[in-house]
């Protein structure tokens, strides 16, 4: 097999050069004759050559008749005001391709007219001659030359439809295939251009809409009610849908669900609605073509404005271009085809094969489990709960000790049987990695990278550009690894079986590893360079289907699905492909994604175990959608086999709910700050209000203004002081002051809780003691002034030395005081203020005097 296969490239590369010397021979005889006095392509001496006629032999065994075509393009556009007789010429060349299945005859007339009506030539023969056409065209009947004028100078070649059928057929007649060989109806062509146009038309969309809807129950306003009615108004635009797929199209543009479509709903689906071949056709490089061809005509390559500039076009000029792009956008269209109708030979060629082996349960597949837009807007602590926060411990535990660490599993990628505990400690010591495990899946050749994350955190330009922890590294190393099958069947809870084994029955979900690989994920997609518009691909498998919510919208008009795992892709195709099925799956699929600013993939190559597979991974979670039309590919694995691939085009919402882990970590810091701030914010407003009505107690206070140093001396501190009060050595103590100076003693508290590191938040009698102090700075204030307040016998400048929480005490033993004394409804009131200081009210209260507390309770009245 190989010496047959070296044969067959070595004859391959002999008919290469045989066809290169053979053009050269055509390109030198037709700039020689090209250029000839008196240029009368028909009396050529070049085509009776005995050189010229082995050339074209030559051409012929490889099957270049496009070089004769070109060549007699080039003589109309090199000589613009020769008037050639065309078709005798056309007629002697053709002499050299007489196979019957050669189009090359017919390709030759129909680009020989185009350029005729480039440079305005006479290209009809004489009326009453069709002998010649009737040897370019195979011995075809013509009987309509006369319609030509025949030999009439002309601005351009003036053809009936009919007659324009014969000379230049279409892409069916001239490659026998399609539709059984025969030629597209024109008629059918011309009434699908004329829809094409209506479509386009705002006036004429509104008068097909009129025609078909009818006046809802309201009388305000028309709709289409039906979707016969829709499918009817759309057919009428060029639209041909089928029943299924006009209900579905019907009920996913009534936006309103008032079960019809008004005129905007109607103009919103002409741009919505497509059917397959449009959504094919889409796909190919037309506007590509088209835009390169039009910036060609500019006068300087890297003009400022093309677009004004090719705006200055005029008909003729706009006929050249449209004329090349007509050319080259058959080329396209020819090719494409091809090798779709080659790729559906293979299928279908294959499935047959499975069928005469009764083997049809090959082509039949599950439906891949998938999440809803619930899922996705839940994330991932719905799946696997929330993180500890000692990481590396977690880490450690979660691979080497809680159960499913020894749950053996074997990879489909490079058949590596091991373990979670074995590759964790793979991972820290990379000698403990056996040889065959390092090898790819023909066990030829070592491909298996591994590195100390210690290292890369010194080492690789993205992790320290991405400020990677060592933990995030490991885990971004043990996912490039095995461990990826471990974690997505987690992530995926399928298969069942080894997600039992995997998790020990879900006790353990590996939640903090797989957080820590998120935030890995984040923190690179984030900082890494990758150009909008990128193309990433993946393979599915080939073991299941997508699910229905990819093809069906639901009732909110929303396709598409979540996918649960980490989402592997690669910028090398060639990779997806391997991984899509091909080699033996029901379904080999791959997904084409195109990255955006936003949803966008991050490249771990550099710290992958596998770095050839340039591997994108995106973070769990994230939402799948169609692109676009869905294609089949012919393609050739690595044994030389043919297989077909259908190519899926996807765009991906990247699940902004993954966060960091400085974010994860501290987020349970960082809301309890706000929940601080504003219950600060509200104290000082309490406090505020309470200044306002402390006016009268203010001017009875006999030590509301006192010597600056005598006060200092005494105890106080000068830093309690607010600007303003102060003026000449004399205190002139205010309420506002009080209330500035106690707001200030509850920030200083909220400013140490955020010096504090965020692992104090998180652990459980920690983080209490810490919400006890901001209860408690939230109520002190509070007590503080109500105690100045209510209380006569105190002073502000005393109140002024003392902190808070020091006040705040003394109010407690001042209300206790009250209750003592008072009795009745009084005493009720009193203890249950007293209570709700100290939180008795809500159950709460630690610390001594619950036998005190539970006395008052006894206080109140029996119905409370």
Not at 571 to 586: F, H, L, M
Not at 626 to 634: E, K
Not at 688 to 706: I, K, P, S, V, Y
């Amino acid at each position: 097999r190989e010496a047959a296969w070296e044969a067959a490239r070595l004859a391959a590369a002999a008919r290469r050069e045989k066809a290169r010397k053979a053009r050269l021979v055509w390109r030198q005889a037709a700039k020689g004759y090209f250029k000839a006095p008196g240029f009368a392509l028909g009396q050529s001496q070049c085509l009776a050559s005995e050189e010229w006629e082995e050339s074209a032999d030559e051409l012929k065994a490889v099957g270049a008749e496009e070089d004769c075509v070109r060549f007699v393009v080039l003589s109309c556009e090199m000589h613009p005001h020769a008037s050639p007789q065309v078709l005798p010429a056309a007629a002697s060349l053709s002499t050299a391709f007489t196979a019957p299945s050669s189009g090359a005859p017919r390709r030759l007339v129909q680009l020989v007219l185009r350029s005729g009506q480039r440079c305005r030539a006479t290209v009809a023969p004489a009326a009453g001659d069709p002998s010649l056409l009737e040897t370019v065209l195979g011995g075809k009947e013509v009987d309509r030359l006369s319609v030509w004028g025949g030999g009439r100078d002309c601005e351009g070649v003036v053809l009936d439809g009919s007659m324009l059928d014969l000379i230049c057929p279409t892409l069916a007649g001239m490659q026998g295939g399609g539709t059984g060989g025969q030629q597209p109806d024109l008629e059918k062509l011309a009434t699908t251009v004329r829809k094409f146009r209506l479509s386009r038309d705002t006036n004429a969309v509104e008068q097909i809409f009129l025609a078909h809807s009818v006046m809802d129950s309201s009388h305000t306003k028309r709709v289409i009610t039906s979707d016969a009615q829709f499918t009817a108004a759309l057919s009428q635009l060029g639209l041909d849908l089928s029943a299924a797929a006009s209900r579905e199209y019907f009920k996913h543009m009534d936006l309103d669900a008032s079960g019809g479509l008004d005129l905007d709903e109607f103009r919103r689906s002409l741009t919505m609605v497509s059917t397959p071949l449009v959504q094919w056709s889409a796909s190919l490089p037309f506007a590509s073509l088209l835009g390169g061809l039009l910036h060609s005509c500019c006068s300087a390559l890297q003009s400022d404005d093309p677009l004004r500039e090719v705006s200055q076009l005029g008909p003729e000029q706009v006929q050249v271009v449209m004329g090349v792009f007509a050319q080259e956008a058959m080329k396209l269209v020819i090719s494409a085809l091809g090798a779709a109708k080659e790729s559906f030979a293979v299928l279908d060629a294959m499935e047959a094969k499975q069928r005469g082996e009764g083997n049809n349960t090959k082509f039949t597949t599950d439906k891949m489990s998938a999440g809803s837009v619930e899922d996705f807007h839940k994330g991932l602590v719905d799946i696997v709960g929330l993180p500890r926060p000692v990481v590396d411990k977690a880490m450690m535990e979660e691979h080497c000790l809680l159960p499913g660490f020894d749950a053996e599993f074997t990879t489909g990628n490079y058949s590596v049987t091991t373990s979670p505990k074995k590759e964790y400690e793979i991972v820290l010591d990379p000698s403990k990695c056996p040889v065959q495990d390092r090898l790819d899946k023909n066990k030829q050749r070592e491909i298996r990278r591994l590195l100390r994350a210690e290292n890369l955190k010194e080492t690789s330009l993205l992790a320290r550009k991405a400020e990677l922890s060592v933990e995030e590294i490991r885990a971004v190393i043990l996912y490039t690894g095995p461990m990826f099958v471990v974690y997505n069947t987690i992530l995926r809870r399928l298969p069942k079986e080894d997600w039992k084994r995997f998790t020990g029955d879900g006790i353990n979900l590996f939640p903090t590893t797989i957080f820590v690989l998120a935030s890995a994920v984040t923190k690179i997609a984030r900082k890494m360079k990758l150009p909008s518009g990128m193309e990433l691909f993946r393979g599915t498998g080939g073991k299941m289907g997508l699910p229905d919510s990819f093809y069906q919208a639901d009732s909110q008009g929303r396709v598409g699905y979540m996918e649960f795992g980490f989402l592997s892709t690669t910028a090398n195709k060639e990779v997806a492909i391997q991984y899509s099925g091909v080699r033996g799956g029901p379904m080999p699929m791959v997904l084409r994604i195109v990255t955006g600013s936003i949803d966008r993939g991050a490249c771990i190559e550099e710290l992958s175990q596998y770095p050839e597979e340039a591997e994108y991974l995106w973070v769990p979670c994230s939402f799948i959608a169609p692109d676009g039309h869905t294609s089949v590919q012919l393609v050739t694995t690595g044994e030389r086999e043919v297989g077909v691939v259908t190519m899926v085009p996807v765009r991906i919402n990247a699940n902004l709910k993954a966060e960091t882990l400085e974010e994860l970590v501290g987020g349970k810091k960082q809301r309890h700050l706000e929940a601080f701030k504003y219950q600060n914010l509200e104290t000082e407003r309490e406090l505020l209000q309470l200044a306002a009505q402390a006016e009268e107690r203010l001017r009875g206070d006999m030590f509301r203004t006192r010597k600056l140093q005598l006060w200092v001396r005494e105890g106080g501190d000068e830093s309690h002081l607010s600007p303003g009060m102060v003026s000449g050595g004399n205190i002139d103590f205010t309420a506002v002051g009080l209330v500035r100076k106690l707001t200030r003693e509850a920030e200083a508290v909220r400013a140490r809780h955020a010096g504090l590191p965020a692992a104090a938040f998180h652990a459980e009698s920690g983080y209490h003691a810490l919400v006890k102090e901001m209860l408690r700075a939230g109520s002190a204030p509070r007590g503080a002034m109500r105690w100045w307040i209510e209380d006569p016998s105190n002073s502000i400048e005393y109140v002024m030395r003392k902190t808070c929480f020091e006040l705040h005490t003394l109010y407690l033993a001042f209300l206790w005081r009250g209750v003592e004394e008072a009795s009745g409804a009084e005493r009720a009131k009193r203890a249950r203020e007293l209570c709700e200081l100290t939180e008795l009210a809500a159950g709460g209260g630690g610390g001594g005097g619950g036998g005190a507390r539970c006395c008052i309770l006894l206080t109140l009245p029996r119905a409370r």
